[in-house]
């Protein structure tokens, strides 16, 4: 610590130079913790998934539909334990007018304009065989008899219906932006019937979401709706390969047919939509790092070239190769340390922002994302690689400055 005032002397010498270089560590640092928070939060989703259950949709696009015929096909299959409708209903709440109609908005009427801000996953299900395929889902008995009676009933997730100050009896409007879902006399009414927390031992369920019966959709839209996808429930996790394929056997020769595979690999293949994810992110970041310790490693370099003579001195001095090297590599740690510190900062910043602000934190829920935060163990490692970067920045430049001899350095001056 004696030789602190030292360092931060030779940091103030140059600090254009020394500033550039520490906000250039804290950009690699922010889009390290932001990449590897954004994986932990897809790999958090994905463990939510069950190895039990399998997703049977159109093989071309989950744009297309499924007859609802196949429900009863994909039950004959052998190893299937049951088998459920799940169709995105894709509703938002309708937005409230202003001006002349503002007293009959805040009175509860709903108009046509839809408010994005509000976005939140919600799914027509067949609620019975639906709800039996997921044990982590905590339902109050008499609210789960009232979800499968009342054919306007949505069963809310805790996060969700805090979100929206929602509690049994509750009334509200939701409108699709799908076509085949919006009716003619306006959008689906709906009445909270049940709210629904995470089981204990299941830390990654998503209580973000809506769920409401099917039955209410294929009613509403004049029984001319089919199937999103149907999910499905094995017996046996290890026969999950030989049960999807004997599904699809049975629909390839027919007009929609269909592809079946795990939950989890359903998500991840939802996911990867956008290309493949963690590739995509830990190539940017590794690009960006090495970058950065280029830089580094020139102000390095740059700095003992400008101190060729205090070197000089310091070894007249008495001071040891060893210890000359030692405050050359300290000088790199400490650059990488303060770009380490803004970096996490930054990226807790942006986080924050994320899940705070209206509209983004309701896309991000929206596509299972909700989690997304900064953990103290990914912002350590920010600041263990940027230490890193920093010694393997400083090491080549302090090993010169090691081996140095105070005739050639005092001699090209």
């Known amino acids: 610590m004696k030789f602190l005032p030292y360092l931060l002397k030779h940091l103030r010498r140059n600090w254009i130079r020394t500033l550039s270089t520490v906000l250039a560590m804290a950009l690699c640092i922010f889009l390290f913790c932001t990449v590897q928070s954004v994986l932990a939060a897809v790999n958090s989703m994905l ?11 159109h ?44 007293a009959a908005a805040e009175a509860g009427a709903d108009s046509s304009t839809t408010d994005w801000s509000n976005f939140f996953p919600n799914m027509a299900v067949e609620a019975e065989p639906f709800l039996a395929m997921y044990p982590e ?26 979100k929206f100050g929602w509690k049994p009896g509750d009334r509200f409007h939701l409108e699709s932006f799908i076509p085949d879902y919006r009716k003619s006399d306006g959008p689906f009414e709906f009445v909270v019937v049940g709210i629904f ?3 204990e031992g299941y830390p990654s369920t ?5 769920y409401f019966n099917f039955k209410y959709l294929y009613e509403g839209m004049g029984r001319r709706v089919n199937a999103g996808t149907f999910m499905v429930e094995i017996d046996d996790p290890e026969q999950a390969a030989v049960v999807g394929k004997a599904i699809d056997a049975l629909f390839e020769n027919s007009d929609a047919q269909t592809r079946t595979e795990t939950e989890k690999a359903f998500a991840a293949g939802f996911i990867s939509m956008a290309g493949n994810l963690a590739l995509l992110l830990n190539g940017i970041g590794l690009a960006v790092a090495f970058t950065i310790l280029l830089v580094t490693a020139n102000t390095m370099s740059m700095a003992v070239r400008e101190r060729r003579t205090e070197i000089a001195v310091l070894k007249t001095l008495g001071f040891s190769g060893g210890q000359v090297m030692g405050l050359v590599v ?18 807790r910043a942006i986080m924050w922002a994320l899940t705070s602000t209206p509209g983004l934190k309701d896309m991000l829920a929206g596509i299972g994302l909700s989690s997304l935060t900064l953990k103290p163990a990914v912002a350590a490692l920010g600041l263990a690689v940027s230490l ?3 010694f393997a920045a400083g090491f080549v430049p302090a090993l010169g400055a090691y081996r140095s001899r105070i005739t050639d350095m005092l001699r090209t001056v």
């Open 197 to 199: 927390d995470a089981k």
């Open 330 to 347: 300290a000088e790199a740690l400490l650059l990488g340390l303060l770009g380490g510190a803004i970096g996490v900062g930054g990226s």
């Open 59 to 102: 093989a071309v696009s989950l744009v297309f539909d499924l007859p609802l015929a196949y429900g009863a096909r994909i039950q004959s299959v052998p190893g299937v334990k049951q088998v459920a409708i799940s169709s995105w209903f894709g509703g938002s709440l309708p937005a409230k007018k202003e001006g002349k109609d503002q």
């Open 47 to 57: 463990d939510a998934t069950s190895a039990n259950r399998l997703v049977t949709r």
């Open 137 to 162: 889902y905590d339902i109050p008995e008499d609210q789960y008899r009232a979800f499968l009676q009342e054919q306007r009933g949505a069963l809310i997730g805790r996060k969700l219906a805090s």
């Open 388 to 390: 890193l970067l920093g």
């Open 206 to 210: 998503d209580t973000n979401v809506m």
